[in-house]
């Protein structure tokens, strides 16, 4: 079993700053990388950034400069450093970790349930 949870959500006001935070726990050998998504109500969800293991970023272009990714390989965790917060970004924000399970060949995905940030004045 291997579970992803995110944690660091809520209620923010227009122009203030969010960190969420997801930890991967359980029977995984090793995470190649982890990304955070979102997605607003009634909307596709939609990548945000990524981190792999070797701590190399990617961002979703429209959000370079207010989003940041970070990892800590020791913790199993990825944090997503959120700047400037506006109204469109209300939206349930996911944690994904590709990796290898015990067991099992290859990588596969794995979601956490979700962490809602709600911008609002």
């Known amino acids: 079993q291997v579970q992803l949870v995110e944690s660091g959500g809520g209620l923010v006001q227009p122009g203030g700053s969010l960190r969420l935070s997801c930890t991967v726990s359980?029977?995984?050998?090793?995470?190649?990388?982890m990304a955070w998504y979102r997605q607003a109500l009634g909307q596709q969800r939609e990548w945000v950034a990524t981190?792999?293991?070797?701590?190399?970023?990617s961002y979703t272009e429209s959000m370079k400069g207010r989003f940041t990714i970070s990892g800590d390989n020791a913790k199993n965790t990825v944090t997503l450093q959120i700047e400037s917060l506006k109204p469109e970004d209300t939206a349930i924000y996911y944690c994904?970790?590709?990796?290898?399970?015990?067991?099992?060949?290859?990588?596969?995905?794995?979601w956490g349930q979700g962490t809602q940030v709600t911008v609002s004045s």
């Open positions: 981190i792999t293991k070797g701590g190399s970023t």
């Open positions: 359980g029977s995984f050998t090793s995470i190649y990388n």
């Open positions: 994904k970790a590709l990796l290898a399970v015990e067991g099992l060949p290859g990588m596969m995905n794995y």
